[in-house]
Antibody, heavy 120, light 110 residues
Framework: QVQLQESGPGLVKVSETLSLTCSVSGDSITNSRHFWTWVRQSPGKGLEWIGNTQFRGTTYTSPSLERRVSISMDTSRDEFSLDLTSVTSADTGLYFCGSSDALDGGIDIWGQGTLVSVSS | QSVLTQPPSVSAAPGQRVTISCSGS????????VSWYQHFPGAAPKLLIY???KRPSDISDRFSASKSGTSATLDITGLQTGDEALYYC???????????FGPGTEVTVL
């Protein structure tokens, strides 16, 4: 059973880059069955899909964030990462990593989430 | 602003049934599987339904779903106080290629 754990700084300054990592256990990140996903929830708002990636597959990102988002994988560490550049207060929120076994299957495994605050 | 539409809230008494709709278009619901999630604020979302109608093994059969054309529906029967949460539909969209969540529906048990 795959387990996920987010990590990263809880506080980021305006205009800087938010960098989060999701550690994968229970399976290899190179198992191409899995689609590795980032989702966030900003205060007072609903769930927002950020993007996903697959080992040796296509990386998809939300059109509203694609100019600022990068999703990468570190196969040596079984981790995947999110970089979000030029952050503003609107990027404050709870960030989750997740995984699914099909591109249009449901996200069935979730990390516990990590809270990121953007401050000036 | 989501391309999917859900009612902001639904409510019913304990033991009753609620239905949550998720409306979209040919480019999203009409052409892709729909998933449904239960979300308690501050916690990780939980997958309730995938591939339109399938339930993970650990999900109660009080939760069921259907899809017709460009709309999907989640039903919760035998409503319990523990069901008070936000419920989101999710699917992919062709144009542009991206995953989308609905705006969420708050379920209240009266």
């Amino acid at each position: 059973q795959v387990q996920l754990q987010e990590s990263g700084p809880g506080l980021v300054k305006v205009s800087e880059t938010l960098s989060l990592t999701c550690s994968v256990s229970g399976d290899s990140i190179t198992n191409s069955r899995h689609f590795w996903t980032w989702v966030r929830q900003s205060p007072g708002k609903g769930l927002e899909w950020i993007g996903n990636t697959q080992f040796r597959g296509t990386t998809y990102t939300s059109p509203s964030l694609e100019r600022r988002v990068s999703i990468s994988m570190d196969t040596s560490r079984d981790e995947f990462s999110l970089d979000l550049t030029s952050v503003t207060s609107a990027d404050t929120g709870l960030y989750f990593c997740g995984s699914s076994d099909a591109l249009d299957g449901g996200i069935d495994i979730w990390g516990q989430g990590t809270l990121v605050s953007v401050s000036s | 602003q989501s391309v999917l539409t859900q009612p902001p809230s639904v409510s019913a008494a304990p033991g009753q049934r609620v239905t949550i709709s998720c409306s979209g278009s040919d480019s999203n619901i009409g052409g892709h599987y729909v998933s449904w999630y239960q979300h308690f604020p501050g916690a990780a979302p939980k997958l309730l339904i995938y591939e339109d109608v399938k339930r993970p093994s650990d999900i109660s059969d009080r939760f069921s779903a259907s899809k017709s054309g460009t709309s999907a529906t989640l039903d919760i029967t035998g409503l319990q106080t523990g069901d008070e949460a936000l419920y989101y539909c999710g699917t992919w969209d062709y144009s542009p290629i991206t995953h989308v969540f609905g705006p969420g529906t708050e379920v209240t048990v009266l």
